[in-house]
């Protein structure tokens, strides 16, 4: 196959974005600069990737104190890398569309778990390849806009 | 399907590190606290897993300076998680055998390339899992020991 146009990947990245149930998520303790990455169901919608976590799991104190993450979507060799900035959002302030399509696309419904909060995660920039050959013109957003209209 | 016993999850980990091509490689900014995931290719070979990349990409620079690295193997939905130290290995010091096998089965080899570091990765802690009720009994590997002789 040959490397997909912009085009093409951008409308891949949606549907992984749209199909996908997982994503790694990677963050950094500020205090001791040690790495986390954990696979946590998303929703993707209203142009935001929504997580529900622990406030209290490595994850969910370095999303919720350091305010970046990494998302990694996908095989490893379909890659969808997102950078982006996150908020936490208490379980009851999400709106309820969100808060209503996460639980039935997630599998569970975080509302009732104690010490849960939603994290909702504005991407930044995303990059999709698949081979080396994919490398160039891997950028598909850059500074929150999509680059194919 | 029932869970895997852990026999069968650390037989699964060790099919997963053999075949798989690449790994989401988790690291931190020490000086920044931004987490940083890359998928990268990897050799599992001695008890441990190789890689290659730039020395001065942030992976590289954050595994050189930190030491230590999150690994995410696999599909999302059967999810190897790896928490390891690192330590950078310059291309010409690394055994030949380790260089070769990784230059074959990554379909690269980074001996000839500037600015490149062998980075290996000693697992401490492996957890496997599929589905939820798979969270019991997730962990393979503690203190560097697989749980299963």
Do not use: C, Y
């Not at 990947?9 to 990455?37: E, F, K, M, S, Y």
């Not at 950028?139 to 209209?149: N, Q």
């Amino acid at each position: 196959m040959s490397p997909r146009s912009l085009a093409e990947r951008q409308r891949d990245v949606h549907i992984r974005l749209r199909d996908d149930i997982d994503a790694w998520v990677a963050t950094a303790d500020p205090a001791t600069g040690n790495p986390n990455l954990s696979p946590l169901s998303f929703l993707w919608s209203d142009g935001v990737l929504v997580f529900a976590t622990a406030e209290t799991s490595p994850t969910g104190r370095n999303l919720a104190t350091t305010g970046v993450v990494r998302l990694g979507i996908g095989l490893v060799r379909d890659v969808v890398l997102i950078e982006g900035t996150v908020v936490a959002i208490p379980l009851s302030e999400l709106a309820t569309h969100l808060s209503e399509a996460f639980a039935a696309k997630a599998g569970f419904d975080p509302r009732p778990l104690d010490g849960f909060s939603f994290f909702v995660v504005t991407p930044v920039r995303i990059q999709a390849w698949r081979d080396v050959d994919e490398l160039d013109g891997r950028v598909v957003m850059r500074g929150g806009a999509w680059l194919e209209a």
